[in-house]
């Protein structure tokens, strides 16, 4: 069984046996929590070697124009938030989309299809924001428009089903090598996404179906014997990326939230995810 | 939060529908076991339809465990839950005749988009129009369905190309592929009797809920032959 398969399977169980337990939602941010400081920042904690150890990668003249380009678009991306909350969303969702689906087609057909990437991302976008749509409504209260529809005519079948629809239609038009293992693995995840609240749903899809499989393809890339030397290595930016977070929080706790928590986090994992998708473009070429 | 393993609320001695809740859980859930193991078994070109047979099973097993639940705590009908295990396995029911057959399936995806979306439309009423109408579109997506899968040549009819693909199939696929069609035309066709029976207010069928049977039941009996027996049809075309 390829390893890759085996953390998708790691994150089946995990979400089955919250769904079985009855796991309270006042737990999910602390799941969230660790999962993200566990797999999802560290699997982008590494693009400062992988942008330099693929030779296909994109070609920075120096580390220093590395950092530079890295934390300019940070920052750029922190400041869109605090300008428009609307295009910062808009901006990371599409860029999420792609990023997301990129690596979601690994195994199931190459990432040449650039289309195909954006399509299969936005479908779990959709799907994930769609089974948790009125949780979201409360927690996007920055965007008006959204926050003030009226979404009460509407239930969560209706959504799901919609999210099926989609996803059937996304599948059927695209050429595919592996149409129905990719299109069985998505209805996994939309199980999940239906039964389990947003913060559960995104961890559990984010730590094991995108962050888990692109550790491990980083720590093969690398050639490390030792797992644990090739996890100290990514150690030193999750800890930047957490004082990143924290000083943002302290510069204005109430800036962009009005004490919102979870909008903070999405803030602030937008802001990492910007430059981490360039990166990951390149080292995902050939996957 | 519904709490099924520590906090399971037991089935009532004399609650027949209870039981077929539990009896579906577990017979599926066992299905689920086997299939997988089955996925060790089978030449490498099955693999992926056994795989999904045992997915059918396990998302099917997963909501039958909430259903016995919701079931024995409040006994009304999980008529959501129901619909959210048909949404995720149906289209996945369609996807093992691409498999064994190879033809492609965008026709059957079209038209398994066409039967749930209608038939939600018609039972939820959320879009308006007349139950009768959006069952008369959803059940005319499943009378192409069977076409097209061949199920009017069991009797010597027309069929669609999976159709024909099953029938011309070798090994023993061609079997496994006249179990399926028996499974779409008779196993599916109590799902447009249960729609009828849950929209006949002020239709021209109503009075089909006042029929002394519970609904539950033939879902159980139903899902769990469909299911299963489709996951079995499919072994048994893999392991020839």
């Known amino acids: 069984m390829s390893k890759i398969l085996l953390s998708k399977l790691l994150g089946l169980i995990l979400s089955l046996s919250i769904i079985f337990f009855g796991l309270e939602s006042s737990y999910s941010t602390l799941l969230f929590l660790i999962i993200m ?115 009460s005519n509407f239930n969560r079948v209706f959504f799901l089903l919609v999210s099926v629809s989609v996803l059937m239609i996304s599948v059927i038009n695209f050429d595919i090598k592996r149409k129905v293992p990719l299109y069985a693995e998505i209805t996994i995840l939309y199980m999940i996404f239906y039964h389990t609240d947003l913060l559960t749903s995104f961890a559990i899809y984010f730590g094991f179906c995108h962050s888990l499989p692109m550790l491990i393809l980083e720590f093969e890339e690398f050639n490390e014997k030792n797992i644990i030397k090739f996890y100290l290595k990514t150690l030193p930016f999750t800890i930047l990326s957490l004082i990143f977070g924290l000083l943002l929080y302290i510069y204005d706790s109430n800036l962009f939230t009005n004490d919102n928590v979870i909008l903070f986090i999405f803030i602030i994992i937008s802001s990492l995810t910007l430059p981490h998708v360039f990166i990951m473009k390149d080292f995902v070429k050939d996957k | 939060m519904l709490n099924f393993i520590f906090d399971a609320a037991s089935v009532e001695p004399g609650d027949f529908t209870g039981f077929t809740f539990f009896i579906g859980s577990v017979s599926m859930l066992a299905a689920t076991v086997w299939f997988l193991m089955q996925h060790g078994q089978v030449d490498k070109k099955f693999k992926d339809s056994m795989l999904v047979a045992a997915l059918i099973t396990g998302i099917a097993a997963v909501h039958y465990f909430y259903m016995r639940e919701q079931w024995v705590l409040t006994q009304t009908s999980p008529t959501e839950l129901r619909y959210i295990d048909w949404i995720l396995t149906v289209p996945l029911m369609v996807v093992e005749f691409a498999l064994l057959t190879g033809v492609g399936m965008r026709k059957l995806f079209w038209l398994s988009v066409v039967m749930l979306v209608t038939g939600y439309f018609g039972e939820s009423g959320i879009v308006g129009g007349e139950a009768w109408m959006w069952g008369l579109f959803s059940g005319a997506a499943y009378f192409l369905m069977a076409y097209e899968v061949g199920c009017l040549s069991l009797f010597g009819g027309p069929s669609g190309a999976v ?40 239709q021209w069928y109503e009075g089909m809920s006042s029929i002394p049977l519970d609904m539950n039941v033939v879902y159980n009996i139903g899902d769990a032959i469909n299911k299963i027996g489709f996951g079995m049809a499919v072994w048994y075309a893999a392991k020839g």
């Open chain 1, 37 to 151: 400081l566990t797999i999802g920042i560290p699997h982008g904690s590494v693009d400062h070697i992988v942008a330099f150890i693929n030779p296909k990668a994109r070609r920075f003249k120096s580390k220093f124009i590395f950092y530079l380009v890295y934390l300019s678009l940070i920052i750029a991306n922190t400041i869109l938030w605090i300008i428009s909350p609307f295009i910062g969303l808009a901006l990371f969702l599409v860029i999420s989309c792609y990023h997301f689906g990129e690596t979601q087609v690994i195994g199931f057909h190459n990432t040449s299809n650039k289309l195909l990437n954006f399509v299969v991302g936005a479908n779990i976008l959709l799907s994930l924001f769609l089974n948790n749509i009125i949780e979201l409504q409360g927690i996007l209260n920055v965007i008006p428009f959204f926050s003030e529809f009226d979404l």
């Open chain 2, 163 to 202: 159709g024909n693909a099953l029938n011309k199939g070798g090994g023993k696929i061609a079997d496994g592929g006249r179990m399926l069609q028996w499974f779409v035309l008779v196993g599916w066709a109590i799902y447009p009797l249960g729609y009828m029976m849950g929209t006949d207010a002020g």
